[in-house]
């Protein structure tokens, strides 16, 4: 053998010593945690951890500097600190792996998140008065579609613009709901707000510009009431799934996610639709998953095809604004569709027999 090949082979052994002694740390670990548990003592231990680091840098005569022993050593602790954690309890409420089937959402009657079913919702951007609610509601009937949006609670980007009729606008929304039998969902932006919404909406909208106010999610995860939670104008796909287990994780297991654009540097649109979000999250997430291709494109031209698009690769739902005179409207003006456009893109949608919207 060579002196090269000779080293291989010590190295080799070096390996496996190694490789022997970290497994018998990792169980050592374990069984510690197990006494901890039954202690109900906090697994871990910082004052321990300074004080093993410690003695490895007294104990190290290199040529390692101490540094990086107590990095590499660092590394070791975590993985075993890692194997204490039920590894149940590491994955996320919303995970595909942690529920494997689909969540179907009831709204009432209505159901959210049946393959090859998915769901409308329609309306305008913002609730301006009966009339103009009544006049979209009855537009919606016509097309057999069962749940009408309105936002009532405005987030806009100016204080000066129209804020919406607050909890006047949802009075608004529940009477034409019911006058019409339809499903309706608005957005809440305040935390003491929900428990007040739940008597009127049947779906709590959390918009873009909320998905991080974790005091609003927290809120929402305490009622019973389906969630339809929009994703952040600036946030990952990880970011809104950590979004959705916050209302996951305090009870209300009625979610639904929602890709509405994100902000990147391309002007030709309000935002761009990130449509591969939609198998991501479908993949990652047991969740019902919607397209808003309103606030995604900013462009009347663009619905269309890209609520074509949503139903193609597999959205659970597409939302679209809807008004009497989108010329007039309070927000939203450019990119609402009329009645009449609005006939015509369900009949162009239908008739692209993708799936029956
Ligand atoms: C809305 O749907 O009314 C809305 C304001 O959308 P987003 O939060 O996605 O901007
Ligand atoms: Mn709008």
Known sequence: MSNLEQMRAELQELNLQ????????????????EVKRKQGTNKFDPEFERHMLNQIAE???????????????KQIFKACL????DSSKKLLLVSRKKKAEDTVVQIGDVKVGVAGHPLMIAGPCSVESLEQVREVAKALKEQGIGVLRGGAFKPRTSPYDFQGLGV?????????????GLKVI??????SDIEMATKYVDVIQIGARNMQNFELLKAAG????????????????????????????NGNTNVMLCERGIRTYEKATRNTLDISAVPILKQETHLPVFVDVTHSTGRRDLL?????????????????????DPETALSDAKQQLSIPQFNEFMSELRATKLSQI
């Open 18 to 33: 190694l490789l022997d002694l970290m497994n018998q740390r990792a169980a050592l670990s374990k069984a510690i945690g």
């Open 222 to 249: 305490r009622v019973n009431t389906p969630v339809l939670l929009k994703r952040g104008l600036s946030a990952t796909i990880e970011e809104f799934i950590y979004a959705a287990e916050y209302i996951l994780s």
């Open 304 to 324: 269309l095809p890209t609520a074509r698009a949503a139903v193609a690769i597999g959205a659970d739902g597409v939302m679209v604004e809807v008004h009497p």
């Open 186 to 191: 608005s957005e809440i932006v305040n935390p």
């Open 168 to 180: 006047e606008g949802l009075e608004i929304l529940r009477q034409v709901g019911d006058e019409f």
């Open 59 to 73: 104990h190290n005569h290199g040529p390692f500097e101490d540094s990086t022993v107590q990095h590499l050593f």
């Open 82 to 85: 890692d194997l204490q954690q």
